[in-house]
């Protein structure tokens, strides 16, 4: 499959922890992308790194890229019991400009 | 500005029956895509749509097919239904192909 597989399939924190999540991929990439789903409802997109970037960071929101290693992390910090929820990353495929969605890491943090 | 709007958000239908299914992307956006959504298949791309042409086209049966007019609102469609097209169907759309997605909350689709 050329989707990624994300790791943990299933992360349950305390409030105030860090959640970290990672994404494998298995193609060259133009960029990766973060977006959480809640329960029932669409996609929100979080943020979008490039593949000639290594580090990007929106609020609580820290994304790292290592395109040698073809794998990508997600750090929230100091989480929210708001926070829970699906956690997917994407990858535009660099041949082709496909879509391709991991299987998701789903978040509880509780309060 | 309005989000990207599928309707219905609910539906459902029998094996052997089809469906149409809307989606009006983010005023200005001119890049559409389809995915489904299921729990054991996960988020899987069906097709994506610019400027009224398929750009893009997952790994789906023909049974499944889509369309765009020309203000950018686009609709789905699944002939001969069968049981395992149960599934979420989200739409996306954005401004350009590379851009980040806006999606709507999906049409939930039961097969009966």
């Known amino acids: 499959s050329q989707q990624g597989e994300e790791d943990p399939q299933a992360l349950s924190i305390q409030e105030g922890e860090n959640a970290t999540m990672n994404c494998s991929y298995k193609?060259?990439?133009?960029?990766l992308q973060w977006y959480r789903q809640n329960s029932g409802r669409g996609l929100v997109h979080l943020i979008l790194?490039?593949?000639?970037?290594r580090e990007k960071h929106s609020g609580r929101l820290r994304v790292t890229l290592d395109t040698s290693k073809k794998s990508s992390s997600l750090l929230i910090t100091a989480s929210r019991a708001a926070d829970t929820a699906s956690y997917f990353c994407?990858?535009?495929?660099?041949?082709?400009?496909?879509?391709?969605f991991g299987t998701g890491t789903s978040l509880t943090v509780i309060p | 500005k309005a989000g990207v709007t599928q309707t219905p958000r609910y539906l459902i239908k029998t094996r052997g029956q089809q469906v149409t299914l809307s989606c009006s992307p983010i005023?200005?956006?001119?890049?559409v895509s389809w995915y489904q959504q299921t729990p054991g298949q996960g988020l899987q791309f069906l097709f994506e749509?610019?400027?009224?042409?398929?750009?893009n086209k997952g790994n789906f049966p023909g049974r499944f097919s889509g369309r765009q007019f020309s203000n950018s609102r686009s609709e789905m469609n699944v002939s001969t239904l069968e049981l395992g097209d149960s599934a979420l169907y989200l739409c996306?759309?954005?401004?350009?192909?590379?851009?980040?997605?806006?999606f709507g909350d999906g049409t939930r689709l039961s097969i009966l």
């Open positions: 193609t060259s990439i133009n960029n």
């Open positions: 005023s200005g956006h001119r890049s």
């Open positions: 749509y610019f400027s009224e042409t398929q750009r």
């Open positions: 790194i490039r593949s000639n970037e």
């Open positions: 994407a990858t535009e495929q660099k041949t082709g400009n496909q879509f391709y």
């Open positions: 996306a759309s954005s401004s350009m192909p590379d851009q980040p997605q806006h």
